[in-house]
């Protein structure tokens, strides 16, 4: 059974068809600059061994169905194609930022789905109707088809009221829904899931604190497999330093830039989103960079690297207290998975809480994965490679088969 997995921005679609007997991608792309002059669309098919084909187009895209159809026929044609008509392809899951309240769990997609994915626009204003785009391209182009739902917010819907309620008039929450939602919700899922199986233990009598480090990243409490805290808040500006978002900031310096700058509130949201976080303390926000310039004596890079490292931990010790009793904390995503030095810098000190890294093999780690904790370590240290695509796919295997 091939399942085509959708993530659809404003002006971009991302697709992996996967075949689900083995779990292995057979063709990928990324069709970009949609409603530009010109558009790109990058296609990459998969053979059983060696590189992958890749195929590569530039023409105007005008809108998600023509950069759609285009994958679909990438996806069929002889030269470049995996499966023969749209017909072998079981199910589409479509990647939705923001469920809201409105969805704990993947879902089928129909009108009612299509109008409550609507419905949370507003809390996600840059995401969601890229999303919804894609869902409604689909549905055209695949009118017998399933289409499946698969939200980043939806795996935090177990959190609990005292913790995803913020101290703000409870009117507020029942009129405008401000809470905490938090994202990154498929990855979390993902690798919990496979640190359930290294572990060899049923993932619901599993506890983890799950640290998905990226450009973006967030951080989660897991209780017996169910989300129960994380970094992220309303929005994705929330929790740990990122590339270029603050994170956690005292609300009041908002109203102090605002008012100091003499800057309108959307250029200092704009300063928060886009000019903060690792950016904002050194010029830097990919951490390869920032390890060059701090090894060759750049003290701002050096202390954005210790930021960073401080405030992850800050998490990791909450969550701790927040679970009371841990198996294994998960480092993933494009820091988590490739930065020894960062994870070790979290790790350190901890060992009378449970927490024993093994130096060799925390720096001698390679894509798989795998633990990087001495054997007695009480608290497992994981590294987990992600795959968000695949989780959607197995989410959309799951809904269609159920
Ligand atoms: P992601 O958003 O998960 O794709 O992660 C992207 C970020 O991961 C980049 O901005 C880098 O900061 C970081 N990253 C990627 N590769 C490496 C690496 N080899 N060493 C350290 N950090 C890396």
């Not at 990438?74 to 939705?96: C, N, S, Y």
């Not at 060899?200 to 009598?205: E, F, I, T, V």
């Not at 309108?264 to 303390?281: A, F, H, Q, W, Y």
Request: glycine share 10%; net charge negative; with cysteine.
């Amino acid at each position: 059974m091939n399942i085509l997995v959708l993530n659809s921005g404003s002006s971009s679609i991302k697709y992996k068809l996967i075949d689900m007997r083995d779990e292995r991608l057979l063709a990928e792309g990324l069709v970009e600059r949609i409603g530009e002059a010109t558009g790109t669309i990058t296609h990459r098919r998969y053979g059983r061994a060696g590189a992958p084909e890749k195929i590569r187009r530039d023409a105007a895209i005008d809108d998600h169905t023509t950069g759609m159809e285009m994958a679909v026929a990438l996806l069929t044609a002889e030269d470049t194609g995996v499966v023969a008509t749209q017909a072998d392809i079981a199910a589409i899951g479509h990647r939705v930022v923001h469920g809201g309240e409105l969805f704990h769990a993947s879902t089928r997609i129909d009108e009612r789905v299509m109008a409550n994915i609507e419905a949370c626009i507003p809390l996600a204003p840059l995401h969601n109707p890229g999303g919804l785009a894609g869902i409604r391209t689909a549905i055209k182009l695949f009118p017998q088809t399933a289409q499946v739902a698969v939200f980043d917010t939806a795996y935090h819907q177990s959190i609990p009221p005292h913790a995803y309620q913020y101290a703000l008039p409870y009117a507020l929450y029942e009129a405008l829904g401000i809470r905490r939602y938090g994202f990154h919700g498929t990855s979390h899922r993902y690798v919990a899931g496979e640190a359930a199986r290294l572990l060899d233990k049923p993932l619901a009598q599993t506890n983890l604190i799950s640290l998905h480090l990226g450009n973006g990243a967030s951080i989660t409490a897991i209780a017996n497999g169910r989300s129960v805290d994380t970094s992220m808040g309303m929005t994705p500006l929330a929790g740990v330093i990122m590339g270029t978002r603050s994170g956690d900031i005292d609300p009041a310096i908002v109203e102090y830039i605002a008012v100091q700058q003499g800057m309108p509130l959307s250029d200092v949201m704009r300063l928060l989103t886009k000019e903060s976080g690792l950016k904002g303390i050194c010029g830097r926000n990919d951490l390869r960079d920032i390890h060059q310039d701090a090894a060759a004596g750049d003290d701002r890079a050096r202390l954005a690297l210790e930021m960073l490292i401080y405030r992850y931990k800050h998490y990791v010790g909450a969550y701790l207290a927040v679970l009371g009793e841990v198996d294994a904390i998960i480092f993933t995503a494009g820091i988590g998975e490739n930065d020894p030095v960062v994870r070790h810098g979290v790790c350190q000190g901890l060992d009378k809480l449970g927490i024993v890294i093994d130096p060799r093999r925390n720096t001698d780690w390679q894509g798989r994965a795998a633990a990087i904790s001495v054997p007695e370590s009480p608290i497992k240290v994981l590294v987990i490679p992600t795959n968000e695509e695949l989780e959607i796919a197995r989410q959309t295997a799951a809904v269609i088969g159920s």
